[in-house]
């Protein structure tokens, strides 16, 4: 999506996140602000942290920043700190059927597995937050109609919604969460 359709710019965006994604960048790497910080943006809301997504991978990405802890259990992560600011940067993930363990009843225990940025949105939860913000182009790539679902006011799971609500059950909660604090339906 042109910025001429969605206002984001490179002014909104924390310039700690501008950072992350600059130095990975400049590395050769993929770099995109995502999730809840541009949802907040394109509503017209002052986000309260900024995410990083990136084809880097988190041992690639800890040596690059003076400050950055490795985190995460069943999925690493870097906490990048500069200044005052934590921008958490993860690498995409990819679902993958063969290695993803589940309980009996469909709630994910296990799934470490690396993916592309098409494959990353589609694990994310809604698709309010499954927007990635290029710094570069102030493009905002929207891989599950989320740009078209804030504009309708809507709340949507990405995929279908009883398997991803049983994937992981603190979705349900997420989903009345996000509803009331942003004024979203929540979609059927």
Do not use: W
């Amino acid at each position: 999506v042109p910025q001429t359709r969605h206002g984001v710019t490179r002014h909104a965006i924390s310039p700690s996140a501008l950072k992350v994604c600059d130095v990975l960048a400049d590395r050769g790497f993929a770099a995109y602000v995502v999730g809840g910080s541009v949802r907040d943006i394109l509503l017209g809301i002052a986000p309260k942290d900024f995410d990083v997504a990136t084809d880097a991978r988190p041992e690639q990405i800890k040596p690059l920043f003076r400050r950055a802890l490795l985190i995460g259990r069943r999925f690493r992560l870097v906490h990048v700190m500069i200044g005052g600011e934590t921008v958490e940067t993860s690498t995409y993930r990819s679902a993958d059927a063969d290695t993803t363990e589940k309980d009996e009843h469909g709630r994910v225990l296990h799934d470490n597995v690396f993916g592309n940025q098409a494959e990353g949105a589609a694990r994310r939860d809604f698709t309010a937050n499954a927007l990635y913000y290029d710094p570069a182009t102030d493009a905002v790539i929207d891989y599950h109609h989320g740009v078209g679902d804030l504009k309708q006011k809507t709340l949507r799971m990405i995929g279908e919604p009883r398997a991803r609500y049983r994937e992981d059950p603190v979705r349900m909660l997420r989903a009345v969460r996000l509803a009331a604090k942003l004024g979203l339906k929540i979609d059927p």
